[in-house]
């Protein structure tokens, strides 16, 4: 990223961001797309717009085909053939082929649509802190609460970004510039990280708003926890304790629970109840869309653009993540998330799918179903899906509080803890006496065990390849289970982080090909 001019920030953000928002006054002020940083920070009452921008910017790395980069390669989810065979770039993200590389242009686009979450996060940040320096008792309660979601949005992002491209740059401010510095160490980021979160978890209150864009300290303090539970050792900042104990505080006093039917979180009919602790929200209508169908259906179902099964199979399910247990797959007899999280049955009324000719053998092969949206079934193309996606459930909590714990030698509570919730629920609430894990279970045993469990309760949800990373079984299990990088074997350890876009190194001065990734 080149330097970056504060002034031609502004407004943009904001105007995107009440696109969809019911307050039509700001956009009425004239004029809007003219204003400099410095006029938008004038008014308090533009700040709030602004960082509803950053929520809807963060929101856009979930829509559409952009939505799935991060979730291909692993060893739950792959690129579906003919994604495969027409798109050398994109194939290499499960392929781990040659085209792997620092110039592959989706690698480039997971980078690029997060970085200016970063930068225009540092650049409110600049502005907030110098008005809370004159400011009153009350504008400062104002300001501060301005500060937690800013300072959330960053670290969010920069979590992800460090997760799978270690060090990184960051912004830095100059007079009227923000510059990107040249490439911090990964210790460096993560520290940074750890301070934005800690402020958020201070600042944020732990109610949720009316208004679902504005995080909550109890999502600084889910974020921060899963931070410690994955950081690179090397940093320092690994720390299953500290994870713990946050995990714990959302347990004892979030006010969470889990939704009694697993179906119930995939039904846009129904409501999420206490479950999610952070959601992007979105509905059927352009432009609050975000087209997750059309890239998780089925081609076999798309002659009907109004068949909600539709779509282009971009996303599937590895063979192990659709296959029952009994034969060496990942699902249990009885497991009621089965089929509430995977496509087995395309006929769709009297839409019968039919295979189209040169695209693949495996478009009636189960797909995704998580992000299907039936209330557009024979009424708009499966283009106008928008069911909400969660980023961060309480099951997550739960299975990671259970995961601390055993590292932390209480491998029998968190074998209960996974018992009477997790696998309860799978189960209807009745979990029977032989689906029940035992509490003698070994710690090694346990690990094994709770990376599946992770898979079946959070497939397709965009948790898993950093599960794999943080758990060192990112080259073992993708290579043993994601169809294309095991007929290519070219995976290994380098893998782990992406190759940092050749495009960045170039536009940024203070980065040089010496700060690529090893390997690349």
């Known amino acids: 990223m080149k330097t970056i001019k504060k002034g031609i920030l502004g407004i943009f953000l904001a105007v995107v961001a009440f696109q969809t928002s019911c307050n039509k006054d700001f956009l009425n ?10 006029q938008l920070f004038s008014s308090m009452d533009n700040v709030q717009p602004f960082l509803n921008g950053l929520y809807f910017k963060w929101r856009s790395t979930r829509v559409n085909r952009k939505g799935f980069l991060l979730m291909l390669g ?9 994604q495969v065979r027409t798109d050398a770039d994109q194939s290499g993200l499960d392929k781990y082929s040659g085209f792997y590389e620092p110039n592959n242009k989706p690698i480039a686009e997971i980078w690029n649509i997060r970085w200016p979450i970063v930068v225009q996060a540092s650049e409110a940040l600049s502005y907030l802190d110098e008005k809370l320096k004159t400011a009153s008792e009350i504008e400062a309660a104002e300001i501060n609460l301005y500060i937690g979601q800013a300072t959330f949005f960053r670290a969010a992002v920069l979590f992800e970004l460090a997760s799978y491209w270690g060090g990184l740059p960051v912004p830095e401010i100059n007079g009227k510039e923000i510059i990107l510095s040249g490439r911090k160490p990964v210790a460096e980021i993560f520290k940074m990280i750890e301070t934005d979160f800690l402020k958020a978890s201070s600042l944020l209150k732990p109610e949720a708003s009316s208004d679902p864009r504005i995080p909550t300290s109890w999502a600084a303090k889910a974020l921060l926890g899963k931070m410690y539970m994955s950081a690179p050792v090397e940093t320092g900042f690994r720390d299953f304790a500290k994870a713990q104990s946050l995990f714990q505080d959302i347990v004892s006093n979030g006010g969470f629970s889990l939704v009694p039917k697993f179906s119930d979180l995939w039904d846009p009919l129904k409501s999420s109840g206490k479950e999610s602790i ?18 998780t259906g089925s ?92 980023y961060i459930r309480y099951a997550d909590i739960l299975l990671s509080l259970a995961e601390c714990m055993n590292e932390l030698g209480s491998t029998s509570g968190a074998v209960t803890l996974v018992n009477d919730n997790i696998r309860s629920r799978a189960w209807g609430g009745n979990l029977p006496s032989d689906k029940k894990w035992q509490e003698r279970m070994s710690q090694s045993e346990f690990r094994v065990r709770i990376l599946d469990e992770r898979m079946r309760e959070l497939c397709f949800e965009g948790w898993r390849r950093l599960d794999l990373i943080r758990t060192n079984q990112f080259v073992p299990l993708i290579s043993a289970r994601n169809r294309w990088a095991k007929e290519n074997a070219t995976i290994s350890e380098k893998h782990k982080l992406y190759p940092i876009p050749l495009v960045e190194i170039k536009q940024n001065i203070k980065l040089t090909e010496k700060d690529q990734n090893p390997g690349y």
């Open 299 to 390: 081609r076999a179902c798309s002659s009907d653009p109004t068949n909600y099964l539709g779509g282009y199979d971009l996303i599937l399910p590895t063979e192990y993540s659709r296959t029952d247990a009994s034969m060496g797959g990942l699902w249990e007899d009885g497991d009621l998330r089965k089929n509430e999280s995977v496509r087995y049955n395309f006929v769709n009324g009297n839409l019968v799918p039919s295979v189209y000719a040169g695209f693949g053998e495996d478009q009636l092969l189960p797909h995704i179903k998580k992000y299907e949206d039936i209330r557009i079934n024979m009424l708009k193309s499966f283009y106008n899906t928008g069911k909400n996606v969660y």
């Open 278 to 295: 952070l959601t992007f929200y979105f509905n059927n209508i352009w432009p609050d869309t975000n087209e997750l169908q059309w890239y």
């Open 74 to 82: 692993t060893d739950e989810s792959q690129q579906g053939e003919y």
């Open 29 to 38: 002020q004239d004029p809007q797309t003219s204003l400099s940083s410095e």
